[in-house]
């Protein structure tokens, strides 16, 4: 029993390692921040973020996760904490400097309480020469309500 079960761990991780080698997978990541407004409040909305490509699905599609921490001023009321995890697809223009992105996540809303979030997010990043990712995004949030942000940032491939 425990042989099969070593046997069927081992065969799991050989798969997994496979596809994080293979020529299409990537494995390169971004730091970098966010800044921008709530449209609804005007609330000022500043972040970090972190990208990690997990998996080039399709010769111009890949696959990431975006974990950020953000931070925002609440003109009229107690400041917010926003940790969350998004995942997105970019897909990659032919001979355009540009890929837009769709994704969605989680996290939490930290104010007088905590209170769980979902988001959705779409927006495009550019992918000029270099190691520098500047993108604007546009953020729906699920807390306790809608909330939609306009952000602007800036990644750096590391």
């Known amino acids: 029993m425990c042989g099969r079960i070593?046997?069927?761990?081992?065969?799991?991780?050989?798969?997994?390692?496979?596809l994080w080698l293979t020529p299409t997978a990537v494995q390169a990541f971004s730091l970098g921040g966010h800044g921008g407004f709530n449209l609804d409040r005007g609330d000022l909305h500043i972040g970090f973020d972190i990208m990690f490509p997990v998996l080039t699905?399709?010769?111009?599609?890949e696959w990431v996760l975006w974990p950020s921490f953000a931070h925002v001023v609440v003109w009229d009321g107690h400041d917010v904490e926003l940790p969350g995890?998004?995942?997105?697809?970019?897909?990659?223009?032919?001979?355009?400097?540009?890929a837009p992105f769709v994704g969605s996540g989680f996290g939490l809303a930290i104010y007088d309480q905590v209170t769980p979030?979902?988001?959705?997010?779409?927006g495009a990043m550019f992918t000029p020469p270099?190691?520098?990712?500047?993108?604007?995004?546009?953020?729906?949030?699920?807390?306790?309500g809608t909330f939609v942000d306009a952000l602007f940032g800036v990644l750096f491939e590391l």
Not at 6 to 18: E, T
Not at 117 to 122: A, G
């Open 6 to 18: 070593i046997k069927q761990a081992s065969l799991i991780l050989s798969l997994a390692a496979g």
């Open 57 to 61: 699905v399709a010769p111009r599609v």
């Open 85 to 98: 995890f998004d995942m997105a697809f970019f897909f990659k223009l032919r001979h355009v400097p540009i």
């Open 117 to 122: 979030k979902f988001n959705m997010i779409t």
């Open 130 to 144: 270099g190691r520098v990712r500047p993108f604007g995004q546009i953020a729906v949030r699920f807390i306790r």
